[in-house]
């Protein structure tokens, strides 16, 4: 029950442009402030380990995946410096203004830094133990389209190979490519491997609903078209087990379908009016009036249940002109346990729906006072979500299994003009990292 979960509350600390970052073992805790990295000791006390000071301003932090490592960008000068928590006086350094960077990420077995420049002109792989470099072509995307496979044996990248739309598979560690195909779309938008890293998700752009099921070796597995006319797939979650796959369209619905047949198993609908007939809980946050003697800890917030039937949902304009529709199903996560999905509309963007997947129903829809800015399901306990909305509120959502029940909660920081813009779980799920504008702190469950 989210009324049990109680927060101890570290002290404050300054941060730059909203990076600060828990390392994936949890040991960890990376904050910047201008041209400073500083790694704390996770925990309430957040112990200072490494204080390193880099030559320029640093725009953006990266853990690798093992932990051992932490790189910093300065993406005007095209500069990153690597340093080890393991060995402090380590520290590596790569540069190369003639191809900018634009995005960077760490190889699966974090021995490898991946750089793709502007342009897309080229992917740069550069190795930390042998110092090489070698460089992949034909990227058809800079900010997306470069996948490792959950299993670490895979990198799947989306080219564009002689005009055509193709998926590269290269080795997960030596990015020795394997396999090119070519696949059947008009405009390959992105991929995403299966939990069991056998197959490959891959949707058409916005103005078709395509999605095609490839196996890492280019053999086509299904071909899925919800519909002929109108905008098609905004978003793709597979299930935790692998067994359904979500997509979040621009028509207001999400298809599910059954990895077993690839067949749809249902259409969950987003109406903008509930009518009589519909049995979803309705909850809506109020404020409350301020308490006599005025407390930091107490929420002035609670949670009611709106019965008026038929209820008309608070919608915001689409402009179909832009070539990004806002609209559509901009977010459907499933919980770490399989049993629940929530999703969230761009044209409801104060509301949250939590859909029971055994039954295909949607059970609650919480209402929000302000658009909502950040949710995340806790990584550990059961389809747990935690939301931000941009205020002094971090808003906890349990639904109960036995009887279709939710339980819902809020917190804020001890303290004054703390207005929560980021959220993020460990990956134990224990502690709950909190950033305002400047200033950051951890919420560690007592």
């Known amino acids: 029950m989210t009324g049990h979960i109680k927060f101890s509350y570290s002290n404050l600390y300054k941060h730059s442009r909203f990076q600060c970052k828990i390392s994936p073992n949890d040991h960890y805790v990376a904050n910047v402030v201008e041209n400073r990295l500083v790694i704390r000791a996770h925990g309430q006390e957040l112990t200072v380990v490494q204080v390193n000071e880099a030559r320029l301003p640093i725009d953006y932090i990266l853990w690798s ?178 067994k359904l796959l979500a997509l979040g369209n621009y028509d207001q619905t999400i298809h599910l379908l059954s990895t077993l047949s690839w067949q749809l198993v249902g259409t969950l609908e987003h109406p903008t009016t509930l009518t009589e007939t519909m049995e979803t ?14 407390t930091f800890q107490k929420a002035n917030i609670d949670y009611r249940h709106v019965l008026k039937r038929p209820f008309h949902i608070p919608t915001r304009r689409t402009g179909y002109e832009e070539s990004n529709p806002k609209t559509g199903i901009g977010i459907c996560q499933f919980s770490p346990d399989g049993l629940y999905l929530y999703s969230k509309s761009v044209i409801m963007p104060n509301i949250i729906w939590i859909w029971q997947i055994k039954s295909l129903k949607c059970l609650h829809i919480i209402l929000f006072r302000k658009t909502i800015k950040q ?29 279709d029940d939710i339980d819902i909660s809020s917190h804020k920081v001890p303290t004054t003009d703390f207005l929560v813009k980021k959220i993020k779980w460990n990956s134990n799920g224990n502690a709950l990292l909190l950033m305002d504008q400047d200033l950051f702190c951890i919420a560690v469950q007592k």
């Open 281 to 294: 809980n309705v909850m809506e946050e109020i404020e409350l009036p301020p308490p006599v003697i005025p």
């Open 65 to 242: 995946p093992t932990s051992d490592y932490i790189l910093t960008i300065n993406y005007a000068k095209s500069r990153i410096d690597i340093r080890s928590v393991i060995d402090p006086k380590w520290h590596g350094v790569i540069t190369d203004e003639r191809y900018p960077f634009v995005k960077v990420q760490w190889s699966s077995d974090s021995k490898n830094v991946l750089c793709i420049s502007e342009l897309k002109l080229r992917l740069a792989i550069w190795n930390l133990s042998t110092k090489e470099m070698k460089y992949i072509n034909h990227l058809k995307y800079s900010e997306k389209g470069i996948e490792f496979s959950p299993d670490k044996n895979y990198v799947a990248i989306v080219e564009k190979y002689k005009e055509k739309d193709c998926i590269g598979i290269y080795h997960g560690n030596s990015f020795i490519l394997l396999h090119r195909f070519e696949v059947n779309t008009v405009d390959l938008d992105d991929i995403k491997w299966c939990p069991d890293s056998m197959y490959i998700a891959i949707w058409d752009n916005c103005l078709y609903h395509k999605l095609l099921i490839y196996r890492y070796d280019g053999y086509l597995c299904a071909t899925y078209t919800g519909y002929e006319f109108g905008l098609g797939i905004k978003c793709v979650n597979w299930s935790p087990n692998g």
């Open 375 to 403: 949710a995340n399901w806790n990584p550990c306990q059961n389809h747990l979500l935690t939301v931000t909305c941009g205020d002094e509120h971090i808003h906890l959502i349990q639904p109960t299994e036995g009887n």
